[in-house]
């Protein structure tokens, strides 16, 4: 079964054309790679998947329902979760309060019985804070729970944003670029967690550069270059492709 | 003692009264302050609460409560109605476009019958006292205190820091943004109502563009992030005068001077405003980082 | 920061108490007179002259041989009544002042007064003109006389002398003062039968009048009657001038214009300009002579009716409160004032506390200020 | 030319830059490669003086320029090319262009002007355009041009390739190996580690904010561990062995 | 007499002195995006010293001018160095800034009240000679026609500053990007600086010349203007140069032609800010806006 259906997206920004009929499906439970150069529009196709951006033409999908031009927190509301390439956590939050934030569409937190003192409402946070702290533990990020996110290191912002990502249990997240900048432990950590997230069941859609991550990860890698799909396909397929060899790796081969 | 006191509030009871209703009036700002909006319309929405609260009491003989109640749904309906609009706005364009708002709101209290024109309402009996104002901030500041563990506060707060990524939490931005704008119309409407109240009478002047900027300042020099940063900073800056005046400045242009230095210091040395004196925001973390 | 916390307690509470501790008010030696004037912000320029008058009369009363002596104290409302508000429980709480003179402003005054009134403090204000001041109740006085008093008056003489027929009203609309004469106006020219061709209204701080003028001088009027302060009253004796609006067009104002400031700021346009007032500053009598004098030589200027009626004010309530021992006995004393000698000529209150003296007409001749009929 | 010894850089309590050292001689290209936020932009930027540093020195041509501003140290010769090539958009490409010579007398610039535009013949078609409405490959050449219009003795480029098509990559890069046989000296920060360290003479290695490799480019891109590290890309690709 | 033409005259000289207020407060703007509301206490300030430089320094009116206008200027480095340079690197300078501009605006006024008082004060008589031209029953005086000249040259100035010098360049490329001027070799601290000098002056001449011709000055005088040059540099566009002057003249009609149609002027400013309102709502821009949108 395809969780996500990508048919024909297009997306330009004046004159310039980010996305051409962009098309290919995710499968559900799966970890697809979207790869290419800097520029090919990746990050672009992730904002129209979030709702942060409309497309210009074409249509998205999510388990059958259209995507395309609803708008981010709709999105959100229908499972799908995503992290940003520029990092956008809640900086003057703690990253516990990050986590607790991203629970907004899962935690009622009504206003009355907090205003009640009902013991109720103090359950719920001791609840949410105690699963937060969880979700960070996944991460690894436990033991920073009460420092800033601002404050933290460029591979554990990346982690805290992921742990928010997931603190709304979302069934399809999308990652973009989520070890870029890790070292190779950190990314380690990072693949296993993707992994072990898709064996529950998760559908997992990410950008990286890491070739080496991405290729071991991903049972399906979908090819960008110049907003057009190269080709979609099993890492050794896309290994072998012309192409992509050309576009992506090409200048630093020919030279090598 | 107690009579010492009592001398004290005969002398200070104005200003007493003063303090708890500018507090109210920062709060209100301070709601949409913090999921990251400037107002500069609460200062209107003050004067609508007080101008419905008085014309209730006065032409159709409504009781204190009701009126007030009556002052802050007004306040806030036209909030609702003006949030709607203006709030795709950011930054300095939504200020100066709530500035015009309030410009307007001022302009036709001059200009109407009904409110008295530039005599103003007068006749309002002065029925607000001090402990009602009080119970009132005192409720107010804790539903402030208590919101920003509410889904709406999360929400808000989570807006301040970055809006895309709270969009892609699931938070509807446009929604929450128009519920605290109302919210915020709604407490300055209710001060406003009190005001009103309290002086037998209220102007177009009691609530123009420098009215509403007097309430960013006691936001920015109390800390907005905290809930009592907005009462310190109202205050402060309310009680200044009196102040000033007590250690012998003299009144006219020394003491208004004195009042600038002391409002460039507080901006210049507190960044995080008077509240950073009490608490580091968050010591634990604090801390942590620099060990 | 607990310690900080207490200590800033402290020092407000210890503030309060140094200027609470008790001042008895009635002492043998001097009555202490609480002055409250708009001595920054909008009403600035007004505050600014009432604290000259008032402070020269001070002067020469406890600079007289014998007698008891005024102590004045002198507080700035800024022109907002929130903080007259404030002063006002400072000085009758706290001072325990026996009189208070004041304040600048009729809306603080409306705002203000009914603290005083409620504790039994008698308010004499010196320059509150609009109306529904000394109702709010019998311990609140003016020497002000009122636009309700000097304008009708005003028109009068200006019909005869000068057979006004059709005339524009022009007036400041987000003021009380102007706002509520323009009103007296209106009402007066209906009862006249004068025609008004249009209203035209401008704001306060306005420096610029000719979109108004402009659309007046279309509407040939036979006479300009406007209700403004003279900060705006210059500018628009100057620019009606400017703009072409004939002499023979004549400016008729009201105690907003009585002021040199207006020959001074709108100089050679001043000429003919007809000004209904409490005061003439030509006037000739012995004691207004003597404080014209007086006050120039002090303050290098003419006075204006603001210095005039604080002066006269402080006169008034130094001889309601010198033979008084208490709150009560000075408003009783009040009340009973009748033809006193002051500056402004016979004065007493009417039974409604407000001011009871002749108003006079003046024109502006030769840079000055003449009787023009009365 | 440059020499910076134990070069700290800290953003409030974080230490982007750890006592990193390194030396630029004249008339070489020496790369600074390693992953994203290792450190290499914001060494650039002490260099640059836009962000001061915590400890450490910096010495250009024999003289210490630690404490001294960004527009002093361009007047000494050391321009940045900065990453996002920060063309002033609202400005046309002639305007650019002199503000690269701002530094520079004015007597210059014609000269100036006159071999930047036979170098980049695209510039001097779009001499009148705005920055803005250039494409980013035409973006990036104005913003190489701008940099060379300041007459640089030491021109620090950050991440020139980033976001350009491969093509205009290599165009990039040749524009660089140019350079270097004009007898530029430059200071290379690249993600692309294969191309930098193509160009350079010798280069290092930064991770989490320290130096953690140096070595002549030609030996680091044959050592096995830097290929397997920061060559990964090319070595885990097939296209490494095209 | 022609009432339209005439009140067109009254609408072009106020709109001039409305941008030539508003200039000087959006220059600050488009390098900084910073409100300096301190800019109105400057406008004042200007005028009275130069009143000072006439009435008790007896200069000449030709020489007070330039004096004052300069000393304007240096109140502005003032600002910039007081109010505005030690909040730059805060997160929160846009709010920061704008509380700390207002400090300095009381203070600005506190100094100019202790020092002249707080009466109005004028020019003395015949400082420039007014000459009055009545044309086809329209009257224009030569001060009204100074003023429209003297704000359509420093425009015309302060363009070609902008445009073709060295340091109007850089102040662009401030404007443009900081990091990007500073790696170019600018002095961004010293072009900030020149920036405020630059406001700070204009906004003096200003005051000057709104002085000179209302013949009133007073410490509180640029509370009035200061709402109407926020409104103007809104409508014609935050940061525009010709977008200020454009928008002090629409201002200005507007505010001129709402007495005209109506016959009253009782909704002169409510129709001014209303249009106000509008204009953010359909265009946040301005008239003359930069592309760079600070809307959603």
Not at chain 1, 112 to 134: I, Y
Not at chain 2, 280 to 288: G, L, M, Q, T
Request: proline share 4%; net charge positive.
């Amino acid at each position: 079964m395809n969780d996500l259906r990508v048919n024909n997206i297009s997306r330009s920004f004046g004159g310039l054309q980010a996305l051409q009929g962009v098309s290919f499906d995710v499968a559900s439970g799966n970890v697809h790679g979207l790869i290419g150069p800097n520029g090919a529009g990746k990050t672009t196709l992730i904002n129209i998947l979030s709702g942060v951006l409309a497309p210009t033409s074409g249509e998205v999908f999510y388990r059958d329902q259209a995507l395309h031009r609803v708008p981010a927190h709709r999105v959100a509301a229908m499972g799908v979760a995503r992290t940003f390439q520029n990092i956008r956590l809640f900086p003057t939050m703690t990253c516990l309060e990050n986590v607790q934030a991203g629970h907004h569409l899962t935690a009622p937190r009504p206003l009355l019985p907090r205003l009640l003192r009902l013991p109720s409402a103090g359950r719920e946070d001791r609840e949410l804070a105690a699963k937060s702290r969880g979700i960070l533990a996944r991460v690894g990020l436990d033991a920073k729970d009460s420092h800033l996110a601002k404050n933290l290191s460029y591979g554990e912002r990346r982690r805290l944003e992921i742990a928010r990502a997931l603190s709304f249990r979302p069934r399809l997240l999308l990652l973009d670029e989520p070890v870029a900048g890790m070292r190779r432990a950190e990314a380690a950590e990072v693949a296993n967690l993707v992994r072990s997230l898709a064996g529950e069941g998760m559908t997992i859609l990410l950008i990286e550069h890491n070739m080496s991550f991405v290729m071991n990860l991903c049972s399906r890698i979908t090819v960008l270059n110049f907003g057009r799909v190269i080709t979609t396909g099993s890492p050794e397929e896309v290994r072998g492709h012309r192409e992509v060899i050309e576009a992506y790796l090409g200048s630093g081969g020919h030279d090598a | 003692m107690l009579e010492q006191l009592a001398q004290f509030y005969a002398v200070y009871g104005s200003v007493i009264n003063f303090i708890g209703i500018n507090a109210l009036l920062a709060l209100s700002l301070n709601v949409t302050l913090a999921a990251g909006m400037l107002s500069l319309g609460n200062a209107a929405f003050a004067g609508l609460g007080g101008y419905a609260a008085g014309i209730l009491t006065i032409y159709f003989k409504l009781p204190y409560v009701v009126s007030l109640c009556g002052g802050a749904l007004v306040a806030g309906i036209v909030g609702l109605v003006l949030g709607l609009p203006v709030l795709r706005l950011r930054g300095v364009f939504l200020a100066m476009a709530t500035l015009a708002f309030g410009e307007v709101v001022r302009i036709a209290a001059v200009n109407l019958d009904i409110t008295g024109g530039a005599e103003g309402l007068t006749g309002i009996p002065n029925v607000t006292k001090t402990w009602i104002i009080y119970l009132t901030l005192a409720g107010t500041a804790y539903f402030m205190a208590v919101l920003r563990s509410s889904k709406l506060g999360w929400a808000l707060v989570s807006m301040r820091e970055d809006e895309t990524a709270a969009a892609c939490l699931g938070i509807h931005v446009t929604y929450y943004k128009v519920v605290a704008f109302t919210i915020g119309a709604m407490i300055a409407g209710l001060a406003g109502g009190m005001y009103a109240h309290l002086n037998y009478l209220i102007t177009p002047r009691d609530f123009g563009f420098f009215i509403a900027v007097d309430l960013l300042i006691y936001n920015i020099v109390g800390g907005t992030r905290i809930w009592y940063g907005p009462i310190l900073g109202a205050a402060l800056i309310t009680a200044l005068p009196e102040i000033l005046r007590g250690v012998g400045v003299t009144a006219g242009p020394i003491r208004m001077g004195v009042n600038g230095l002391i409002l460039l210091l507080v901006i210049l040395f507190l960044p995080n405003g008077l509240a950073s004196i009490f608490a580091r925001v968050r010591p634990a973390a604090a801390k942590a980082e620099t060990a | 920061m607990k310690r900080f916390n207490r200590l800033l307690f402290a020092a407000v509470v210890s503030v309060g108490f140094i200027s609470t501790a008790v001042n008895p008010a009635f002492s043998a030696e001097a009555i202490k007179i609480g002055f409250v004037f708009s001595m920054t912000g909008g009403a600035a320029a007004y505050g600014a002259t009432q604290k000259e008058g008032a402070e020269l009369a001070v002067e020469q009363i406890n600079a007289a041989a014998g007698g008891v002596k005024i102590a004045p104290i002198f507080e700035d409302d800024a022109s907002v009544p929130q903080q007259g508000t404030n002063v006002y429980n400072k000085l009758i709480n706290g001072d325990k002042v026996a009189v208070i003179i004041g304040p600048t402003l009729s809306n603080t005054a409306k705002i203000t007064n009914p603290i005083a009134q409620q504790i039994g403090v008698t308010v004499l204000g010196v320059s509150n003109t609009a109306g529904g001041i000394t109702e709010i109740g019998d311990y609140i006085f003016r020497n002000s006389l009122t636009e309700a008093v000097v304008i009708p008056n005003t028109i009068k003489v200006a019909k005869e002398k000068l057979g006004l027929k059709k005339v524009v009203l022009f007036y400041g609309n987000d003021d009380a003062f102007t706002k509520s004469g323009a009103d007296v106006f209106r009402k007066v020219l209906q009862a006249e039968g004068i025609q008004i061709l249009s209203e035209q209204t401008f704001a306060k701080g306005d420096r610029d009048f000719s979109p108004q003028l402009t659309q007046i001088k279309s509407q040939n009027p036979d006479a300009v009657v406007c209700s403004a302060l003279v900060e705006e009253a210059s500018g628009i004796v100057n620019q009606a001038r400017q703009l072409g609006i004939p002499k023979t067009v004549r400016i008729i104002g009201g105690n907003g214009f009585n002021s040199p400031a207006l020959i001074k700021n709108a100089g050679d346009a001043s000429e003919g300009v007809v000004v209904g007032a409490a005061w003439n500053i030509s006037s000739t009598s012995p004691l207004n002579v003597k404080f014209v004098d007086d006050y120039t030589k002090k303050y290098n200027r003419p006075p204006d009716q603001f210095a005039a009626q604080a002066f006269a004010g402080v006169h008034i309530a130094y001889q309601a409160a010198k033979a008084a021992d208490n709150r009560k006995a000075i408003r009783d004393a009040m009340v009973k004032i009748k033809g006193l000698d002051t500056l402004l000529g016979q004065f007493s209150f009417t039974e409604g506390r407000d001011a009871d003296h002749t108003p006079v007409v003046q024109e502006v001749k030769g840079g000055k200020f003449v009787v023009f009929g009365n | 030319m440059l020499e910076v010894a134990g070069l700290t850089v800290s953003y409030g309590p974080i230490e982007a830059v750890r006592e990193i050292s390194l030396r630029v001689t004249e008339g070489t290209v020496v790369s600074l490669v390693g992953p994203n936020g290792a450190g290499k932009s914001t060494t650039l930027n002490a260099l640059s003086g836009v962000v001061p540093a915590a400890r450490g020195r910096i010495l250009f041509q024999g003289r210490d320029i630690t404490h001294l501003s960004p527009h002093q140290r361009v007047s000494q010769g050391i321009v940045q090319i900065p990453e996002g090539r920060l063309v002033l958009a609202g400005m046309t490409v002639r305007e650019n262009l002199e503000m690269g010579a701002y530094r520079r007398p004015a007597s210059e610039f014609k000269a100036g002007i006159a071999a930047v535009e036979a170098r980049f013949p695209i510039l001097a078609e779009r001499r009148n355009a705005l920055a803005g409405t250039l494409s980013g490959g035409e973006q990036q050449m104005l913003a190489i041009a701008r940099g060379l219009m300041a007459r640089p003795k030491l021109l620090l480029l950050d991440e020139p390739s980033l976001g350009l098509a491969p093509l205009l990559v290599k165009t990039i890069f040749d524009i660089v190996g140019e350079l270097r046989s004009g007898g530029q000296t430059i200071l290379l920060v690249e993600q692309n580690a294969r191309q930098a360290l193509l160009v350079s003479s010798h280069a290092y290695v930064m991770e989490n904010g320290k130096i953690v490799l140096e070595g002549p480019a030609q030996q680091l891109m044959s050592d096995p561990a830097v290929i397997s590290t920061y060559l990964g890309q090319a070595l885990d690709a097939p296209a490494s062995v095209a | 007499m022609n009432l339209l033409a005439q009140q067109l005259v009254n609408g072009l000289f106020i709109g001039s002195v409305y941008g030539l207020f508003a200039v000087g407060y959006t220059l600050v703007f488009g390098v900084l995006d910073i409100l300096n509301l301190a800019h109105a206490a400057v406008f004042t300030l200007g005028g009275l010293v130069a009143l000072w430089l006439v009435q008790t320094a007896g200069m000449s009116i030709w020489l007070a001018f330039p004096l004052a206008t300069l000393f304007a200027g240096l109140l502005g480095l003032l600002l910039n160095q007081v109010a505005f340079a030690p909040l730059r690197k805060r997160a929160d300078s846009q709010f920061s800034g704008l509380i700390s501009s207002i400090a300095m605006a009381i203070i600005f006024e506190a100094v100019a009240m202790g020092l002249f008082g707080a009466r109005s004060v004028r020019f003395p008589q015949g400082t420039v000679s007014v000459h009055i031209w009545h044309i086809a029953g329209v009257t224009i005086t030569s001060l009204q026609v100074g003023i429209v000249l003297v704000a359509a040259l420093l425009m015309v100035v302060l363009t070609l500053f902008i445009q073709r010098t060295r340091i109007g360049k850089a102040i662009r490329a401030v404007a443009e990007s900081e990091r990007a001027a500073m790696l170019l070799g600018v002095n961004v601290n010293g072009i900030i600086a020149s920036t405020f000098l630059i406001s700070s002056a204009l906004g003096g001449a200003a005051g000057i010349l709104y002085g000179l011709y209302f013949d009133a000055l007073a410490p509180d005088m640029g509370r009035s203007i200061e709402l109407k040059g926020l409104a103007v540099i809104i409508l014609g566009g935050m940061g525009s140069i010709p977008g200020a002057i454009l928008g002090g003249l629409a201002f200005g009609l507007s505010e001129v032609l709402t007495v005209a149609i109506t016959g009253t002027s009782n909704l002169r400013d409510a129709v001014a800010f209303t249009v106000l309102f509008a204009i953010l709502l359909i265009r946040p821009s301005g008239l003359l806006g930069r592309g760079k949108m600070r809307e959603a």
